[in-house]
């Protein structure tokens, strides 16, 4: 993102109004994130830093991803939900992991696989913050089982010891 003419620039380029809004869950996942990052907040550009919320149903989920930009660090305000991240193969692929309830917090460094899970029985709602204007976001399941043109099912059943079978591309 390019920046504003400074001489065009408002209190607004500074805003955002929304996040008491809870998002959507009624999808597949369960879960609804509203990010605020510079595509929001054109002042955000060269700052730095961005921020989201995250709503769950009860069972909903934020598949893994990676933030290839930024590292994470994230606050439940309401709910139970079970965070993690996988560390990288230098260190044996350790999954780091917690429970989290109101006011707990946890971070995430950059580029790792992380997930999010709602685990109790009533809705979950957290704040995200990253280190990043614009840390971008790469879902494991999507990049792999839905590539355009789709790879080929013998190499990913290879890769993840499955049956040909087992992957589908519906």
């Known amino acids: 993102m390019l920046c504003k003419d400074p001489k065009l620039v408002t209190s607004n380029d500074f ?6 809004t809870p998002g959507n869950t009624n999808n597949r996942l369960g879960s609804s994130v509203t990010n605020v ?12 830093v961005a921020i989201s919320r ?11 991803h990676i933030h290839p930009r930024a590292s994470q660090m994230i606050l439940v305000l309401e ?15 350790t999954l780091f992991s917690k429970v989290l309830y109101p006011g707990d ?8 696989v992380q997930c999010h899970a709602n685990i109790g029985k009533t809705n979950a709602v957290a704040i995200g913050a990253v280190g990043s204007q614009n840390p971008g976001v790469v879902p494991i ?4 089982f ?9 190499l990913l059943a290879k890769a993840f010891a499955l049956d040909v079978n087992t992957i589908s591309y519906e």
């Open 15 to 20: 805003y955002f109004s929304g996040l008491n």
């Open 54 to 64: 995250f709503d769950f149903a009860p069972g909903g989920q934020i598949p893994p």
């Open 79 to 93: 709910g139970t939900l079970l965070v993690g991240f996988v560390s990288s193969n230098d260190y044996n692929s």
């Open 105 to 112: 917090v946890f971070a995430f460094p950059v580029g790792l």
């Open 141 to 144: 399941g999507k990049t792999l």
């Open 146 to 154: 839905g590539s355009r043109p789709l790879i080929d099912t013998g």
């Open 37 to 48: 990052d510079v595509r929001r907040i054109p002042g955000l550009n060269t700052l730095g």
